[in-house]
């Protein structure tokens, strides 16, 4: 399992979009990741969200090296099936890092 959540950021029109996307990395690399937990942030104000799983001061670094992009996708530890390893970027995503989180995740 991943060590903290790995979070990309690029620029999509919709969530679905950043999602098919998602699966098209996944399927050229002979990769998988559970979607369960996966999330998108598509437009708007990305701050609530990234404070509600990372807290004030690491929201609030993604936000800032987020930069010019309006979609965020953290990947979080259990997306990842035993024994995949994660995509480093694609050519619409570039990786920002990965981040602790404090707060546990509830199971789908």
């Keep these: 399992m991943m060590d903290g959540v790995a979070v990309f950021a690029g620029g999509f029109a919709s969530q ?3 999602f098919a996307h998602l699966l098209d990395a ?5 990769l998988a990741l559970d979607f369960d937990h996966v999330e998108v942030i598509c437009g708007g104000n990305s701050l609530p969200r990234l404070t509600h799983a990372f807290g004030n001061d690491t929201a609030r670094a993604i ?4 930069g010019g992009d309006t979609t965020l996708i953290l990947i979080f530890p259990e997306a990842l099936i035993p024994g995949a390893r994660l995509f480093p970027d694609t050519p619409h995503l570039r990786p920002l890092g990965r981040f602790a989180t404090p707060y546990p995740r509830r199971r789908a």
């Design 16 to 18: 679905p979009l950043a």
């Design 26 to 30: 996944c399927d050229g690399g002979g």
């Design 63 to 66: 936000q800032s090296a987020q």
